[in-house]
């Protein structure tokens, strides 16, 4: 997947990096490498006083480093600057003073239904997935919800989601091939990255496109590869392909 | 009282078919040493609480020792993969997977501590888990007439909390993430600490403000040096990545029996430590 020196785990860290603003208030969870890596990154560049909170509640960890199978570990408060854990950060997004949350997914559909609960019936599925840990409260609750999926295709951006776990009040998804947005209701084809093309997003999304005009994603800049390099020697944000 | 036991005893005081909250998240500082004897004793039809879950819960529905799993999120994370165990019991219809989104799993035990009999959950509004779970119900807010969703409160019957440091009366410290440990201990029935290492009162004094769980609460204590283990515990170890990726590739009983038989030794050596004494 190597073109230009980038790869695609490096674009869709990159461009969410760029989502994120100087002195938002950012939460991530648990198997969760990729936006911990893109929260360092936008930390380390345009947005030095942005407010990394995660689970064992580190605030602030001035590395990330060591947070190799999990992104839920102690190391993430052994550098942090102060404790303020997932409980806090729970209530914190109930007051509407969370700016943006990240969260997973297995299927979604063109009207923003996310599903990360079951396939099949919920009482007797046909499979029980892990679950949508805390989407379903974060999702209606942080100003702005992203979120990301290393899948794109057919089975993963589906016309109806088998469950949904929770729906309404997303902001962006970013899938290996491109970026949506959800407005007025409805999933928008934002960009396309440009390792990926129109066609190849088309035929791996399972409802129709709904695009203004066709954008492509910024490939990263030398900038932002150097600085991925120092803040993620290990490549933790890969670790999903 | 003397409040230390032997993990054999500790565990027996879990009754089959009690709801069994455990400390920790995913990997970390899971009370994994107390998981694998409820294994061993065969307990039946436990209702399991956590938020966000792994092996703990994995192991025990793999040794069909679960009725249902209460939690926001039950997986390894990214580089072991998925709960296998505890996905077929549920997708058999063995075990009723209830999920919760995190959150509510801490309003429900929240509600337990205050002995209430639910609490109002802000955020979760829209989608199939109102619909589809019996705990949640969506109300009209008495005040404001707005529509307002609550949580049907989770008492525990016991909660098991692996902790660094504790005293023989139960004064027990954690380092490093506490996870959601404080408040289970508050909400339960009752509480069992596994400790790392068990400390003179005299030297716990010294940090009473540090003391997470006062001792008052805690029903038993067991010594159990790497008693989290293969999960992580801050200060002391790292993730056993062998023991975790054995795990996950057992599929049958006999082999996790193996597994269990092959922790019998590290499990029981704080009691021959305590003997000793």
């Known amino acids: 997947m190597r073109t230009e020196g980038y790869r695609v785990s490096d674009i869709m860290t990159c461009c969410i990096s760029n989502m994120l603003q100087d002195n938002e208030t950012v939460f991530h969870g648990v ?21 990394h909170l995660n689970i064992p509640g580190g605030v602030n ?14 190391d993430l408060l052994g550098t942090a600057e102060a404790y303020f854990p997932l409980e806090e950060v729970f209530d914190l997004s109930m007051r509407g003073k969370l700016d943006v949350a990240f969260l997973g997914g297995i299927q979604f559909d063109l009207n923003g239904n996310v599903n990360a609960s079951v396939i099949g019936d919920y009482h007797k599925p046909k499979v029980r997935l892990p679950g949508g840990a805390g989407s379903a409260v974060l999702i209606p609750t942080a100003k702005k919800a992203i979120i990301w999926r290393v899948k794109h295709d057919k089975r993963t951006f589906v016309e109806k989601v088998d469950f ?27 960009s396309i990255h440009p390792t990926s093309s129109l066609e190849e997003v088309r035929d791996n999304t399972g409802f129709d496109l709904i695009y203004d005009e066709i954008k492509y994603t910024a490939s990263p800049t030398n900038h932002e590869l150097a600085m991925l390099k120092k803040i993620d020697p290990y490549d933790f944000r890969s670790i999903e392909f | 009282m003397k409040k230390v036991k032997s993990l054999k005893d500790a565990v027996n ?31 039946k039809s436990l209702k399991l609480v956590k938020t966000a879950g792994a092996q703990d819960i994995d192991l025990l529905c793999a040794m069909d020792c679960v009725e249902s799993v209460d939690a926001g999120f039950v997986s390894y994370e990214t580089k072991y993969g998925l ?65 307002i969703t609550l949580v049907k409160s989770i008492v525990p019957d016991v909660a098991i909390i692996h902790v660094q440091e504790c005293d023989e009366n139960g004064n027990a410290i ?7 440990d404080i408040l289970l201990s508050r909400a339960a029935n009752k509480v069992i600490i596994t ?46 990545d062998k023991s975790v990726a054995a795990f996950i590739k057992m599929s049958s009983k006999d082999e996790i029996r193996a597994y269990l038989k092959a922790y019998e030794t590290k499990d029981y050596l704080g009691e021959r430590m305590g003997r000793r004494l």
């Open chain 2, 83 to 147: 709960a296998n165990h505890y996905r077929q019991g549920v997708q058999s219809g063995k075990i009723k997977g209830n999920e919760h989104a995190c959150y509510t799993v801490i309003c429900a035990l929240r509600g337990a501590s205050m002995n209430v009999p639910f609490m109002p959950v802000k955020g979760l509004n829209a989608g199939d888990l109102l619909v589809k779970n019996d705990y949640f119900v969506v109300v009209e807010d008495p005040f404001s007439g707005e529509p």
């Open chain 1, 164 to 190: 949904t776990t929770t729906r309404g009040n997303l902001w962006k998804i970013v899938t290996p091939l491109c970026i949506f947005e959800y407005r007025k209701g409805k999933l928008h084809l934002e």
């Open chain 1, 31 to 51: 198997s969760s490498h990729l936006p911990m890596v893109a929260m360092k990154l936008a930390k380390s560049m345009h947005a030095p006083d942005l407010v």
């Open chain 2, 13 to 43: 005081l879990i009754n089959d078919g009690d709801t069994i909250s455990f400390g920790g998240n995913v990997l970390h500082r899971a009370p994994m040493a107390a998981v694998r004897e409820i294994a061993r004793q065969n307990k």
């Open chain 2, 174 to 180: 954690i380092y490093g993430p506490k996870f959601e």
């Open chain 2, 195 to 240: 400790t790392e290492q068990i400390v003179p009162v005299s030297r716990i004094k010294l940090n009473a403000e540090r003391i997470d769980i006062p001792g008052f609460l805690v029903h038993s204590i067991v010594h159990v040096p790497n008693g989290a283990a293969p999960a992580s515990c801050y200060k002391k170890y790292e993730v056993d």
């Open chain 1, 61 to 74: 960890p001035s590395s990330i480093k060591h947070a190799s199978y999990s992104s839920a570990g102690a």
